[in-house]
């Protein structure tokens, strides 16, 4: 911890599906991508990899299945164009009131917002530039060599439960800093969040009610 006396800068992390937002975003955009009835499709063509995840209620691994459905080949720039559009609807119709409060509370402040999501990073970042935030740490897509084509495969694993706390801390190393030397202010709606909240010197369940700083 830092020394006694000395102050530590504020980072205040929001998780997004159900704390910033009304409704998860992950399924809407992977119909929005490939539509429905192709997600449907490619899913029930996959019941090796779709069967016992479901059977293990295996989040990570339905994620990863249904990533490799919608993405695998598909444009990254044409992706990147439905994900400025999806939101910008999120922005516009699913944020909720009380949370975005505090998050603005956290801004004027001068603290150090940033996204933690299991959400696609690629739809994360033009959100997190409506807000107003500068940093995303969320689960990403693999592109191929050229940079030009998603693979289907996540980079890495999905940014949930133990995970966030790994990546923020990774974030954190990247930005000269460390966990030791941040006061750090977390908020979360599920059991994805549990170890992000625990590991925040404040850790705040919204679910349901309105987050206070």
């Known amino acids: 911890m830092s020394p006694a006396g000395v102050s530590r800068d504020v980072v205040a992390a929001f998780d997004v599906d159900g704390t910033l937002t009304t409704h998860d975003c992950v399924v809407p955009f992977l119909r929005r991508v490939a539509g429905t009835a192709r997600l449907a499709a490619g899913l029930a063509a996959r019941p090796h990899r779709l069967v016992p995840a479901l059977v293990r209620r295996d989040r990570d691994a339905l994620k990863a299945l249904s990533a490799d459905v919608v993405f695998r080949g598909r444009s990254v720039a044409a992706?990147?164009?439905?994900?400025?559009?999806?939101?910008?609807?999120?922005?516009?119709?699913?944020?909720?009131?009380?949370?975005?409060?505090?998050?603005?509370?956290?801004?004027?402040?001068?603290?150090?917002?940033?996204?933690?999501?299991?959400?696609?990073?690629?739809y994360l970042h033009p959100l997190a530039r409506l807000l107003g935030v500068d940093h995303v740490v969320a689960t990403e897509l693999e592109t191929d060599q050229s940079g030009a084509r998603y693979t289907g495969a996540l980079e890495g694993p999905n940014c949930r439960a133990h995970e966030k706390v790994v990546r923020l801390h990774r974030w954190l190393d990247e930005r000269d800093s460390s966990r030791a030397r941040v006061e750090l202010w977390a908020y979360g709606d599920s059991s994805g969040d549990r170890e992000l909240l625990a590991d925040a010197d404040h850790g705040v369940w919204v679910a349901g009610a309105a987050a206070a700083a």
């Open 79 to 122: 992706v990147a164009a439905e994900a400025t559009e999806f939101a910008q609807a999120v922005h516009r119709d699913r944020l909720r009131p009380d949370t975005v409060a505090t998050l603005r509370r956290h801004q004027a402040d001068g603290h150090t917002v940033v996204l933690v999501s299991a959400s696609f990073a690629v």
